[in-house]
């Protein structure tokens, strides 16, 4: 079966990159060396998000491109999902490619929390092309729309496929709040039922797991699923490396959290958490 996008998208995602203006890229041709991507959905993804910046000049000169692009893309959807459905899954194909232009509004709010969160950032363009936590987010969060449709084996997918890309694994479960980025990002892992509120900042090797598994009664060996094992942070908060906050607990607004804390109790707002003793360092001479 061959599908065929017939919602609206495309003339919003055409709006909106009329509407671009600076320090995001505008309307000026350029042209970088091709990436080609083992998922050709997450190539197109990032053509329609920021085509400036992906030789995709055309589709911000003519709509139709961006329909068939949608075109494209939703063939794709349809595709990777069939194999994990016995029922008509375009309606879900639809919804999903009709959410683009909310996310790529989103999108942008995080390119400017990672250039704002980053000293050593130079450009939007950059962030976009090269930040490994900005792919990350952009997978995601159109696997999370994806995963709040049903169709979470193929969601799935996608963010496995952008964990082998940047070392950074978030489920497409997981609920992302906007402005959110992640600095460096190798070795982050974020699980299916954590929240992040609104302005997060995390940096390399940050865990939000779990703290424990309960087992399926009756089922040898099988642990339960479908509860709530993740930590729920909020708004304005920085968690620094190497951290491992897990379990169903609360981080509060405004909290910073120092690197290689270990955390498995609720933290309230407007609280510093750090190690307060390090294990002393000894040095000795070779010879």
Same mark, same amino acid.
């Given at each position: 079966? @061959? ?38 959905? +997450? ?22 491109? +961006? ?23 375009? $309606?879900? +194909? ?10 790529? !509004? ?22 976009? !092309? ?10 995601? !969060?159109?696997? &999370? @729309?994806?995963?709040?449709? =049903? ?5 799935? $997918?996608?963010? %496995? /496929?952008?964990?082998? @890309? ?8 997981? %609920? ?7 600095? &460096? ?10 929240? *992040?509120?609104?302005? +997060?900042?995390? /940096?390399?090797? #940050?865990?939000? =797991?779990?703290?424990?598994?309960? %087992?399926?009664?009756?089922? @040898? &060996?099988?642990?339960?699923? =479908? ?10 908060? *920085? ?5 491992? #906050? ?8 405004? *909290? ?6 270990? *955390? ?10 750090? #190690?307060? $003793?390090?294990? %002393?360092? $000894? ?5």
């Amino acid at each position: 079966m @061959e599908y065929g996008y017939t919602g609206d998208a495309h003339e919003r995602l055409f709006e909106s990159y009329q509407a671009d203006s600076e320090p995001f890229p505008e309307q000026t041709p350029m042209e970088f060396p091709k990436r080609e991507h083992r998922r050709k959905e +997450v190539d197109i993804l990032k053509r329609l998000f920021f085509p400036t910046c992906w030789n995709s000049d055309e589709l911000i000169q003519d709509e139709l491109a +961006v329909l068939n692009n949608l075109d494209a893309l939703g063939a794709l959807f349809y595709a990777g999902m069939r194999p994990y459905s016995s029922g008509d899954i375009s $309606e879900t +194909v639809a919804k999903t490619i009709d959410r683009l232009p909310g996310i790529r !509004r989103r999108l942008k709010k995080d390119v400017e929390a990672a250039y704002k969160g980053d000293p050593a950032a130079k450009t939007y363009m950059e962030i976009i !092309r090269s930040y490994p936590g900005f792919l990350a987010i952009e997978v995601q !969060r159109v696997a &999370h @729309e994806l995963y709040e449709l =049903g169709a979470t084996e193929y969601a799935r $997918e996608l963010t %496995e /496929y952008a964990k082998t @890309e940047t070392g950074i694994d978030i489920h497409p479960g997981a %609920e992302i709040g906007d402005y959110f980025f992640i600095d &460096h990002g190798t070795g982050v892992v974020i699980g299916e039922t954590a929240t *992040v509120g609104d302005w +997060v900042r995390i /940096y390399q090797d #940050v865990t939000l =797991g779990a703290l424990h598994f309960e %087992e399926e009664e009756g089922e @040898e &060996h099988a642990l339960k699923k =479908g509860y709530k094992r993740h930590p729920d942070i909020g708004d304005h908060v *920085v968690i620094g490396a190497g951290t491992k #906050v897990l379990g169903d607990i609360t981080v509060g607004n405004h *909290v910073s959290i120092g690197a290689n804390s270990w *955390v498995t109790e609720d933290i309230p707002d407007n609280t510093k958490v750090f #190690v307060s $003793e390090h294990p %002393e360092q $000894e040095r000795k001479r070779n010879d």
